[in-house]
């Protein structure tokens, strides 16, 4: 048993590169020889394959970020009665003691269509943030590998994932506030608005511009490190499953075996985004329900404890949300037959200067 934990153990995000391809290298050496094959490195798509598009282009980038709205904007919206309920538990922990009784108090005050209460705004926001966060994570990711290089890409590969991801949400949670904002009003504040057309207006004729801004910095506590440990956690755990667990590469799976892949380290990623990411989600939920306080200021209110009210809900909300939102954003690019380069492997020149190949 622990013979096979082992590995897995050394695959996490933070083990030294050096480390990790010194014991590459000597399985490598341990094992047959084996016959000539032709690599592709992080950046690179196999020219034996139909692409619709070149990797790196303009339309690879364009259709990413439709893929990011797909993913983001449907599954984010069919959530919306379990975010619902867990937004509520965050701001009034003694009306809505858990996620079943709030659920029931939901029904039972405004009906079945209550649990539907800031569905637009979700929709609207959460594909904007879409288009940023999966558009530019691919932006990002080349960018910086290029400035890298190839040999330091590979290194450093889970570094430059974090670096990628954290650029990409700075940016979409800038698309993202103005209604998570609304959202959040519509659906923890009874008889403040219950569409998006009412709560908007009435939200700037209080504040200004500000109302919609002003969750800005905490979205970022929030969701910065969610997205870091969601694109780092997801590509080190794909790189693992095809490793460790699937029995063939990656190239000889089919198209719904990679994807079936791609939902499980998926849902993997989602409980530790979850989890990193929910005690500034209680601060944002309480700091858009109320006026004139900042982000500090509720934080020292609710307390260790507190911050951490409604984490079974969005464990179960994020881990299903992260899984569907991978598994939808590789569909679609299957769909446009957009290049999928596989798990990174070692340059041959790596190879050379470290003695790995005769």
Same mark, same amino acid.
């Given at each position: 048993?622990?013979?096979?934990?082992?590995?897995l153990?050394?695959?996490?995000?933070?083990?030294?590169?050096?480390?990790?391809?010194?014991?590459?290298?000597a399985?490598?050496r341990?094992?047959?020889?084996?016959?000539?094959?032709? %690599?592709?490195?992080?950046?690179?798509?196999?020219a034996?394959?139909?692409?619709?598009?070149?990797?790196?282009?303009?339309?690879?980038?364009?259709?990413?970020? !439709?893929?990011?709205?797909?993913?983001?904007?449907?599954?984010?919206?069919?959530l919306?009665?379990?975010d619902?309920?867990?937004?509520?538990?965050?701001?009034?922990?003694q009306?809505?003691?858990? /996620?079943?009784?709030?659920?029931?108090?939901t029904?039972?005050?405004?009906?079945?269509? &209550?649990?539907?209460? &800031?569905?637009?705004p979700?929709? /609207?926001g959460?594909?904007?943030?879409?288009?940023?966060? $999966? &558009?530019?994570y691919?932006?990002?990711?080349i !960018?910086?590998g290029?400035? !890298?290089?190839?040999? #330091?890409a590979?290194?450093?590969?889970?570094?430059?994932?974090l670096?990628?991801?954290?650029?990409?949400?700075?940016?979409?949670?800038?698309?993202?506030?103005?209604?998570?904002?609304?959202?959040? %009003?519509?659906?923890?504040?009874?008889?403040?608005a #219950?569409?998006?057309?009412?709560?908007?207006?009435?939200?700037? &004729?209080?504040e200004?511009?500000?109302?919609?801004?002003?969750?800005?910095?905490?979205?970022?506590?929030?969701?910065?490190?969610?997205?870091?440990?969601? $694109?780092?956690?997801?590509?080190?755990?794909?790189?693992?499953?095809?490793?460790?667990?699937?029995?063939k590469?990656?190239?000889?799976?089919?198209k719904?075996e990679?994807?079936?892949?791609?939902?499980?380290?998926?849902? /993997?990623?989602?409980?530790?985004?979850?989890?990193?990411s929910?005690?500034?989600d209680?601060?944002?939920?309480?700091?858009?329900?109320?006026?004139?306080?900042?982000a500090?200021?509720v934080?020292?209110?609710?307390?260790?404890?507190?911050?951490?009210?409604?984490?079974?809900?969005?464990?179960?909300? /994020?881990?299903?949300?992260?899984?569907?939102?991978?598994?939808?954003?590789?569909?679609?690019?299957?769909?446009?037959?957009?290049?999928?380069?596989?798990?990174?492997?070692?340059?041959?020149?790596?190879?050379?200067?470290l003695?790995?190949?005769?």
């Amino acid at each position: 048993m622990f013979s096979s934990i082992a590995p897995l153990a050394r695959l996490n995000p933070f083990y030294a590169p050096h480390f990790q391809l010194v014991q590459d290298g000597a399985r490598k050496r341990a094992g047959p020889a084996e016959a000539p094959t032709t %690599r592709r490195s992080l950046a690179a798509a196999s020219a034996a394959e139909e692409y619709s598009c070149a990797y790196g282009s303009g339309r690879f980038f364009m259709l990413c970020g !439709l893929g990011g709205i797909i993913s983001c904007g449907t599954t984010h919206t069919a959530l919306v009665p379990l975010d619902l309920v867990k937004c509520r538990i965050q701001v009034d922990p003694q009306k809505y003691k858990s /996620i079943f009784n709030g659920f029931s108090v939901t029904v039972k005050e405004d009906g079945v269509r &209550g649990l539907a209460k &800031g569905w637009a705004p979700t929709f /609207i926001g959460y594909s904007m943030q879409g288009l940023c966060k $999966f &558009g530019f994570y691919e932006v990002f990711k080349i !960018l910086y590998g290029n400035m !890298l290089g190839e040999e #330091n890409a590979y290194l450093w590969r889970t570094s430059l994932y974090l670096a990628a991801s954290a650029s990409a949400e700075f940016f979409a949670d800038i698309a993202l506030a103005p209604m998570e904002a609304a959202k959040v %009003r519509i659906q923890t504040q009874p008889g403040y608005a #219950n569409t998006l057309r009412e709560a908007v207006p009435k939200m700037f &004729g209080e504040e200004g511009i500000w109302a919609f801004y002003k969750g800005v910095a905490p979205l970022w506590m929030r969701q910065i490190p969610y997205t870091m440990m969601k $694109f780092a956690c997801f590509e080190r755990t794909v790189e693992a499953l095809y490793k460790y667990v699937v029995p063939k590469p990656r190239s000889e799976c089919t198209k719904g075996e990679q994807l079936v892949v791609t939902f499980v380290a998926g849902y /993997i990623a989602g409980v530790f985004c979850a989890i990193v990411s929910h005690p500034a989600d209680s601060v944002v939920s309480v700091l858009n329900k109320e006026k004139g306080s900042s982000a500090s200021q509720v934080l020292m209110r609710l307390g260790f404890k507190g911050v951490w009210k409604g984490l079974f809900a969005r464990i179960i909300m /994020i881990g299903t949300l992260t899984a569907l939102q991978w598994f939808i954003y590789d569909s679609v690019k299957v769909y446009f037959r957009l290049p999928r380069p596989p798990p990174p492997e070692m340059p041959e020149s790596l190879k050379k200067k470290l003695g790995l190949t005769e």
